[in-house]
């Protein structure tokens, strides 16, 4: 059997690898495509990806790939790899810093690894579903008992009025102390870290999906889709606080 430290080694080689692409792209003028679902792309994400898979395949190259920006490389063997180069885009396109670098190994379709790299604070996280670490240091979610004592964060509000039910979701805004819009990777890194309780995504994609589901378990927090579901299952995301996880479900669908 492969040495499991072996993938956490070269996961960091991932994130090294897109955050030198990411870091030359930078708050710099380039140019910014449409895809088909609206979203925008440019030459970091898929230059950065890119590298990536040419990594993988020359190291594993029986491993799947599922990544963002290009088609599905289907492996020989039980690993895969699932690659979001940049997570949240159009925050790294506004030249703000909530936006990450996402990698995850599953096998047997199961994530057994995630990662979250921030290249331009040298943030590095890693998840194996028991432990997170940041940059080496174990983090743990906080302790908050209370809806009111919590903080709540989201990617897009607009996205909860398209794909789930807006008043219920605002009633939950009204009940907490804080909501902020520090969302996309970022928010489920502040949730991992200690400094927020909630973080709610009410429509994702499984390359935004796979890398978070280890990261946040890791760190001691409960991760399911919008109903309360397996969140590889689903495409929604609500990460929170153990002890708030349950009420948080209720307040958005009973």
């Known amino acids: 059997m492969q ?14 690898i897109s955050g030198e692409v990411i870091k030359k792209y930078f708050r710099s003028k380039i140019q910014v495509d ?13 230059k950065a990806e890119e ?18 920006e290009f088609d599905d490389h289907e492996g020989s063997s039980e690993f895969k790899w699932v690659l979001d180069p940049i997570d949240g885009t159009k925050s790294f396109i506004c030249g703000t810093v909530n936006f990450g670098t996402l990698i995850a190994l599953l096998k047997n379709e199961e994530p057994i690894l995630g990662v979250f790299n921030q290249p331009i604070l040298n943030e590095f996280l890693l998840g194996d579903n028991k432990t997170t670490f940041l940059n080496e240091k174990i983090v743990k979610v906080r302790n908050c008992d209370k809806l009111s004592d919590a903080i709540l964060l989201t990617t897009d509000h607009l996205n909860v009025e398209k794909y789930q039910n807006a008043q219920k979701f605002d009633s939950l805004i009204h009940k907490v102390k804080f909501y902020r819009g520090w ?8 949730l991992s870290t200690g400094f927020a309780d909630i973080m709610i995504d009410p429509i994702m994609s499984f390359w935004d999906i796979a890398a978070i589901v280890p990261i946040v378990r890791g760190a001691g927090g409960i991760i399911t889709d919008y109903h309360g579901n397996d969140p590889l299952q689903g495409n929604s995301i609500i990460g929170a606080l153990p002890r708030i996880h349950s009420q948080v479900i209720k307040e958005l669908n009973s």
């Open 3 to 16: 040495d499991y430290f072996e993938f956490q080694k070269f996961a960091k080689h991932l994130s090294n």
């Open 183 to 190: 969302g996309d990777c970022y928010g489920y890194y502040l």
């Open 34 to 46: 449409q895809k088909n679902d609206k979203s925008p792309v440019t030459i970091a994400d898929k």
């Open 51 to 68: 590298l990536m898979r040419e990594a993988i395949l020359k190291t594993y190259p029986d491993h799947g790939i599922i990544g963002e």
